[in-house]
């Protein structure tokens, strides 16, 4: 089945931990996201790709690296620099002409 | 900018009853407009959206919404709720479809009473 997957589901870190985020795509989309949400809030976006090799910031990028080396996979690092990083992560994916964004199952990030 | 209201942080309706759920937007041009429903714990998932034409909208699981350009509104509506149904709803609005320029609402969670 086609879809997006995120990994893991929970993921709980200590402060001053860097950790990454997995998402991968078998739809072939060019375009890749990451979004936070977090309680009582739309969601917020950190990073998009809109093809391999290539990410720009979005509106909260502080605190947060990605890659992009294949088309199917855009890993997210939250790294020690993140103040508040406890927060429901999402990744979405969607053509290069999109008309909707497809979205995973989401992380759940805790910092211990 | 654009951006969008959800005036409705939670509301609370019995299986059977009819739902509307309100989202206000505010943007320059014609939007883009899209409903999305969470379950607990889980991704978003789109019920329906609206770009162009016939101003009210079907969706998946029941759900229809009506674009009302004159009071910046796309609100949905189910004319019978179930228990299944009760979950976070998120309206957004953008330019296109493109994930990368869509401003979400803050959301409205829907509970079902038996």
């Known amino acids: 089945d086609g879809g997006i997957t995120q990994s893991p589901k929970y993921l709980f870190r200590k402060e001053g931990q860097n950790v990454t985020l997995s998402c991968e795509q078998n739809?072939?989309?060019?375009?890749m996201y990451w979004y936070r949400q977090d309680p009582g809030q739309g969601l917020r976006l950190i990073y998009y790709s809109q093809i391999v090799n290539d990410f720009q910031k979005g509106d909260i990028a502080e605190g947060y690296s990605v890659s992009r080396e294949k088309k199917e996979s855009f890993p997210l690092t939250v790294t020690s620099a993140q103040k508040n990083p406890t927060a429901f992560y999402l990744c979405?994916?969607?053509?290069?002409?999109?008309?909707?964004?497809?979205f995973g199952q989401g992380t759940r990030l805790t910092v211990v | 900018a654009q951006s969008v209201t959800q005036p409705d942080i939670h509301i609370t309706v019995s299986e059977g009853a009819s739902l509307e759920l309100r989202c206000n937007y505010s943007y320059g041009a014609t939007p883009y407009l899209f409903w999305y429903v969470q379950s607990p714990g889980q991704g978003l998932q789109l019920l329906l959206k609206y770009f162009s034409g016939d101003t009210l909208v079907q969706g998946i699981k029941g759900f229809e919404a009506e674009f009302k350009r004159s009071q910046s509104s796309f609100n949905l509506r189910k004319p019978s709720v179930h228990w299944s149904d009760a979950a976070e709803y998120f309206c957004a609005v953008g330019p296109s479809g493109s994930a990368r320029q869509l401003t979400f609402g803050s959301g409205t969670q829907l509970t079902v009473l038996p």
């Open positions: 739809l072939n989309h060019d375009a």
């Open positions: 979405a994916s969607s053509t290069s002409t999109a008309t909707e964004a497809f």
